[in-house]
């Protein structure tokens, strides 16, 4: 069973927004006393967040679907829904994220940094929050958005700042056994490293980590062998060091053509984002412990010097050589280190919208009407229920405020066009163009009945403090008003 993963496919869900309410508060002798529905909870979130603890994404191999939870609805006398809690997804250091198309989302480096893959919906507001001088008593309340929902495909690079690169059983698993405390597989067999191997290595003074990952071949940048899983481990790395076989017995290899297949491979991958080329080298001639391999390796080591590459012979297996690569490696890494610009603050661009943006667009359909994309129409299309007359009144307005009406208008737009937004096609009715006006929609009929109510009230109050100046019984006033009001 496999124990390292380095490609896995998440299905993420945020949870989806409580939706509001719409209440109204209960009192004595008053039948609308206002509202006091509260608002719903916001759904949660799915976050990956780097741990120092994971090193694989074995775990969502097996279970790639996460699901964060809802918020609640919101409930009378001003309760607030709860907000659902979010998934944290713990991924190791290294991890980019991208998306199904292949654009890359988010590059996560170094513990606790973290990406929101599913933002969840915010919950809807209740009739407290919507009320206004023109609508006091709202009798409708906003749905929860829902929450996102998409697939994304996480890597691992190893964060390392030496790599060890070169063919099958070239001697790389040996080298980093004999360079650190690492103990990977080693056998005389191709491909025996199948996942990256990290060895901490400490010299003159520089505590570096050193990967050793899996054999190259030609043709691993198009994916030949395990080309593509041994690339995508070195593009972090500072220092690369070709790990060069003088003693292999294939027909047809020797150290030089294995040093060019191993930068031509280089070449070839993504070499305008990863750019592989550009990284320090270090040229390792191993297995000197054979007197063929040590006689190859002081025959060609000239030849490699010619070319500005520093040269180092060496056994893996008796370790002679290995401290003048340690303080190799040790000077190369710190001297990266030390060219690394690292910026005293961080600069905030602001890019206001321009003038004429409306925040939306409207286009023709293909079947005569009128298409209207934007990102708050669309979301205040999924926050109505259309189930309410005065809800659907509400977006209208909104609508109207936005200035979706007259851009329809200036598009060819007349009443009884067919328009879609979202998810959601309507006839139009315009409401605040002078040439459609039609007055304000979504009303409630019950504001009337407490208008009429309330003056009724203060009328009668009223001729009851003139009839006690003028020393009237006060009881059979009373009677006599509510008498001939009915």
Not at 9 to 30: I, P
Not at 347 to 358: K, T
Not at 413 to 426: E, L, N
Request: aromatic fraction near 4%; charge should be negative; include cysteine.
């Amino acid at each position: 069973m496999a124990t390292f993963v380095d490609r896995a496919v998440l299905h993420v869900s945020a949870g989806d927004g409580g939706n509001g309410c719409a209440s109204v508060r209960r009192e004595k002798f008053k039948p609308l006393g206002g509202p006091d529905g509260a608002d719903g909870g916001h759904g949660g979130n799915v976050v990956l967040v780097v741990r120092s603890n994971t090193t694989t994404l074995l775990d969502y191999h097996y279970h790639p679907h996460q699901k964060a939870t809802s918020g609640k609805q919101g409930q009378g006398s001003m309760r607030t829904g709860a907000s659902g809690a979010d998934v944290i997804v713990p991924v190791p250091n290294g991890t980019v994220v991208y998306a199904e198309d292949g654009a890359q989302l988010a590059d996560l480096i170094g513990e606790g940094a973290t990406y929101v893959a599913a933002r969840g919906g915010r919950g809807g507001l209740g009739n407290a929050s919507l009320a206004s001088v023109k609508r006091k008593a709202p009798g409708f309340a906003l749905l929860g958005e829902p929450g996102q929902s998409r697939d994304i495909v996480l890597e691992l690079k190893s964060v390392a700042d030496v790599a060890l690169v070169g063919f099958p059983s070239a001697g790389k698993s040996s080298l980093i056994a004999a360079l650190s405390a690492a103990r990977p597989k080693i056998a005389d067999y191709p491909f025996t490293t199948l996942v990256p191997n990290l060895g901490v290595v400490e010299a003159g003074g520089v505590t570096f980590t050193v990967a050793d990952v899996p054999g190259l071949i030609p043709g691993a940048s198009q994916g030949k062998g395990l080309g593509l899983e041994f690339l995508r481990h070195v593009e972090r790395c500072a220092v690369l060091v070709h790990v060069l076989d003088c003693g292999t017995l294939e027909p047809g290899r020797d150290p030089i053509s294995d040093l060019d297949v191993l930068e031509q491979e280089l070449a070839l991958y993504k070499d305008d984002v990863a750019r592989l080329t550009e990284r320090p080298r270090l040229v390792v001639l191993n297995k000197i412990d054979v007197p063929e391999a040590r006689e190859l390796a002081e025959l060609v080591k000239p030849e490699l010097e010619a070319r500005g590459l520093e040269v180092f012979e060496l056994s893996a297996a008796s370790r002679e050589g290995l401290q003048p690569l340690l303080y190799a490696m040790a000077k190369v890494v710190a001297k990266d280190r030390a060219d690394q610009v690292v910026e005293e603050s961080t600069r905030i661009v602001l890019r206001p919208r321009a003038v004429d943006d409306l925040g939306f667009t409207v286009e023709p359909d293909s079947e005569g009407g009128f298409l209207v994309r934007g990102d708050k129409p669309e979301r205040w299309i999924m926050q109505t229920d259309f189930t309410n007359d005065e809800a659907v009144g509400y977006l209208g307005d909104r609508l109207a405020r936005l200035g979706v009406e007259k851009a329809l208008a200036e598009a060819g737009a007349v009443p009884g066009d067919h328009v879609t937004i979202g998810a959601v096609s309507f006839d139009w009715a315009p409401t605040e163009l002078e040439e459609f006006a039609s007055g304000l929609r979504g009303q409630d009929v019950r504001l009337a009945q407490v208008d009429r109510t309330n003056a009724d009230e203060r009328r009668l109050q009223k001729d009851l403090r003139r009839a006690e100046r003028m020393g009237l019984d006060k009881q059979a006033l009373t009677k006599a008003l509510e008498d001939a009001a009915e």
